[in-house]
């Protein structure tokens, strides 16, 4: 693709991460057009500079540079431009940084779920889906494992159907509450964990057809965030308030924290079961340095409001808590206990406490072993 003055993001509408950095560029008013990672260009010349790895999003810069996946473009951005959504405060940095790691990686049940399991929308879905590939057969084929094996792997089964629903719904309540005094998450503008919270709410479950109605129907004020999210200005007149700011004082309002706490009922138990599989498959396999991180290292129990359910172990999850947990290293005595203060109330401190026996870093365009 011939754009020598414009970024060329390689995504879809219905891509889970392109939502995220589509709705960071447009917020930035970065200059960028929007295609599928189908051509030739892509290919030949895009694909071996994100290290051979093909997924959305891929953003190639005007200059030729390319980056992939959706926290390294939002990264990218933010230490060249000031970091102006990334909270200066330590609470609101530190809380920011945890909604991105957990609606981006916590939310893909219900995201999974109502995109694959729903006959009524299946004309929808497959339409879309077959924009992602050369060929029909290529699209079935992805169709079929995400049908049968992924969602399977994410507990996503027919004991745990209702629950996901009645948690999402329950979800859409706190979000609804919250969004009804706060355009954002923190404030008049979006922060990082808006950023993470889009990738969800957008090309899942604010777009296919099922979950938009439910959206629309039983949480006007969130998808109102939803839609204020992918638009350049703030879009808050409904607020008669000053846009671009972040609360006072380090504010972390209340509705935000009874969000979190729902979060975390399944997110921690989750992550523990998480750090333990991933440990293990450390401690049994010889991992050189440089290696890329695979996206499952096995399967793992926990329970999910109160069901026990199997799911796979992704590391890249603690690959992005580890920002949460070195943002609260880093912070002075007093601020740790202001956040221990809200992370208590929100059901959240044991996650500063996980560990994980090898690092993870970004290398050439992948997660890499340390």
Known sequence: MNTPDLAVLYGSPMSLYTGRARSYLIKSRVPYVETLHVTDHYYESVLPRAGNRRSMPTLELPGGEVIRDSVAIVDYFESHNGYPFTPKTPCQKLVSLLVDVIAAEGMLRPAMHYRWNHESQREYVEFHFRTLFPSIEQAEERMDYLRV????????????????????????????????EYP?????????GDFGLIAPMYGHLGRDPVPLSLLQNT??????????MNRPEPDIGEFGASPNSFLSDDQVPDTLIDVLKHFAVDFVPETKMVYQVTNEWLANNEVEPGTPVDRGVGLGEFEFWGIPIKTMAQPFRLYLLSRFQHAYQSMADNDQKRAIQFLEGANMTDLLGLT?????RRHNNLEVWV
């Open 149 to 180: 094996q992924a969602n399977p792997n994410l507990g996503i089964v027919p004991e745990t159907v209702g629950r996901i629903e009645a948690s999402y719904v329950e979800l859409l309540v706190k979000l609804n509450r919250h969004f009804s």
């Open 356 to 360: 994980i026996a090898r690092q993870i």
């Open 219 to 228: 949480a006007v004020r969130a998808f109102r965030w939803v839609e204020r």
């Open 184 to 192: 954002y998450l923190l404030g008049t503008k979006p922060s990082i």
